[in-house]
């Protein structure tokens, strides 16, 4: 790994802690600290994308893009919302649906003529749609006129992470791995940021949903590299 990627890792990963220290001390009580959020959020993806660009040889403009998805949805999920319309989280939802397909599509291109493809490994996708199949009734009753967009959005980032598994038998198992734990991580920030949104919030959710989030993305990435 070169020395700028070095550093653009150490960026990120400071950038982050200090993300997380600022949404803990929020949740604590200690408001003042919210402007940590608005210092570190918007240098997540943007660090993670320059990471990626730059440590790797060959660049998949897809994950590229991917990435950039996440950077819009992280700012319109920042912005204040004191009516409670859910607008910047439509806006937000959207951007991460786009993000989503274009690493679905990503991973279905590295994949190829599926010549590698291992039959085993659709087992690995099974639990991926265990999950969507029990989260969706559970958050759908919460989501009023969201529901068709939310569902829309389940079936997505499920299928995200079944595309991950397409890649068992292509390349090395060590980027594979990074790619399926990346994704469950991802899905995982989803799952909680959407129970925090629109049915009720416990303590320290930003803190574990933004740990999930930069650790899933993150890992997606490292895997794509790896491959």
Do not use: C
């Amino acid at each position: 790994m070169e020395t700028v990627s070095i550093i653009l890792l150490v960026l990120l990963i400071f950038f982050s802690l200090l993300h997380l220290l600022g949404e803990f001390l929020i949740d604590i009580g200690k408001e003042k600290f919210i402007i940590v959020r608005y210092l570190t959020k918007p240098f997540l993806m943007p660090l993670l994308l320059l990471f990626y660009v730059i440590g790797n040889v060959n660049i998949n403009w897809l994950i590229s893009i991917a990435i950039i998805g996440g950077f819009v949805g992280d700012i319109f999920l920042m912005l204040p919302d004191p009516d409670k319309t859910r607008k910047w989280l439509r806006v937000g939802l959207v951007s991460f649906l786009l993000g989503n397909l274009l690493y679905i599509s990503a991973f279905i291109y590295i994949a190829g003529d599926f010549v590698h493809f291992v039959w085993w490994s659709v087992l690995l996708a099974i639990p991926f749609v265990i999950a969507a199949i029990m989260i969706h009734p559970r958050l759908t009753k919460h989501t009023g006129k969201m529901t068709t967009a939310v569902t829309i959005y389940i079936i997505v980032i499920g299928l995200m992470g079944i595309s991950t598994t397409l890649l068992f038998g292509y390349g090395t198992l060590e980027g594979i791995i990074l790619l399926y734990v990346g994704a469950w991580l991802f899905i995982i920030s989803d799952i909680l940021n959407g129970y925090a949104k629109f049915v009720t919030v416990f303590k320290y959710e930003r803190v574990i949903t933004m740990f999930t989030y930069i650790a899933g993305q993150l890992m997606i990435v490292l895997g794509v590299i790896f491959l």
